[in-house]
């Protein structure tokens, strides 16, 4: 009974594990620090639009923040039941595999990796140089794996889910299917792996990022510039100036936006440095209202949990087919 309990035990952990880390661990923007800097950021916003907007002015900070038709739109109700089942019964169901695995082979629990290549100890200047390398390095990977999502059909149906909401609210950046996550998995895992390899060649030695409160410090600087308002109602641009190094919350708006002048637009994270390098950047002269999302008939099909899942598969599915086709009739034509 004892073991059956610390079996128990051992499952729960890994479950919950997997949950905080979804919320709340290096690259996650549920961080109390971001929350509270987004809470700061929109209560400044709300001040600046109460002079310039009468509606904002009629109503007080908490419903600016939290309007009802934004928080309990059906879009934004369809984003809770995708992080609930996404985030917390997949993490369910990993903790039950593990308990599964260790029932089966009596495995240890895995250490936490460590990046080291002789016996020197790096100084703080050069952990924050490979701090700052990596961070732009992975953002810079980050801008081209989302372009290509953006510009590639067949992948393009995967990362649709993502700009499926009608609204935003701070859970829709968690909005992605799975293929998208694999995608951004390598993405992360080919970052890691260039610049830790050039850092130990160049200076062997024990390397980790340094971290602030348990948060990435390269992350927490941007998550004080509200990351978290990126994916919701709150207009926060930087000016002409700052939005051309980094990506505002109303950039990132656009980019989530139907218009046609906004499509393809923005592809940046972190830095909107590549958008400006690579001809995406779109900076806003002012406040502008946006109808966001994709295609009615996409986002019909999209309504439930379960199609954000499916239908992508199927979308793929067809081009993939149209494609084959076209290939074979081309081939033919080619004979004759």
């Not at 309990?5 to 923007?29: M, P, W």
């Not at 929350?35 to 109503?59: G, K």
């Not at 998550?223 to 190094?245: A, E, Q």
């Not at 046609?260 to 390098?277: C, I, K, L, T």
Request: charged share 15%.
């Amino acid at each position: 009974m004892a073991d059956l309990l610390v079996q128990l035990s051992f499952a729960a952990s890994a479950a919950a594990v997997f949950i905080f880390d979804a919320f709340g661990t290096l690259f996650s923007r549920f961080h109390w620090v971001s929350l509270l800097s987004a809470i700061l950021l929109a209560y400044f916003c709300w001040l600046h639009q109460r002079r310039e907007d009468e509606h904002v002015r009629a109503v007080h900070f908490l419903a600016f923040l939290f309007p009802r038709k934004i928080w309990l739109h059906r879009s934004a109700l369809l984003d809770y039941r995708f992080v609930l089942f996404d985030k917390v019964m997949l993490g369910l169901v990993i903790g039950l595999a593990g308990l599964v695995s260790h029932w089966a082979w009596d495995a240890p629990t895995a250490s936490e990796p460590s990046f080291a290549f002789g016996n020197s100890q790096p100084g703080l200047g050069m952990l924050a140089a490979y701090t700052a390398v990596l961070l732009i390095v992975e953002d810079f990977l980050r801008y081209w794996a989302h372009r290509l999502m953006h510009q590639s059909p067949l992948l393009w149906q995967f990362h649709k889910v993502h700009h499926s909401p009608e609204v935003l609210v701070p859970l829709s950046q968690m909005r992605t299917h799975p293929v998208n996550g694999i995608i951004n998995l390598i993405r992360s895992g080919l970052a890691v792996a260039i610049v830790t390899s050039a850092f130990l060649l160049a200076f062997p030695g024990e390397l980790t990022v340094i971290s602030i409160l348990g948060v990435n410090a390269g992350r927490l600087l941007f998550d004080i510039m509200g990351s978290n308002l990126r994916h919701s109602h709150v207009w926060l641009s930087f000016g002409p100036t700052l939005s051309r190094i980094f990506i505002s919350p109303a950039q990132h708006q656009i980019h989530h936006s139907k218009a046609p002048e906004h499509r393809n637009r923005n592809y940046g994270s972190q830095f909107a440095v590549w958008d400006w390098m690579f001809g995406s950047l779109y900076l806003p002269e002012r406040r502008e209202t946006l109808t966001l999302g994709i295609d009615k008939s996409s986002t019909e099909r999209m309504r439930s949990v379960k199609s954000l899942y499916l239908e992508p598969f199927r979308d793929a599915a067809r081009i993939w087919r149209r494609r084959a086709y076209g290939t074979r009739l081309a081939s033919l034509i080619e004979i004759d």
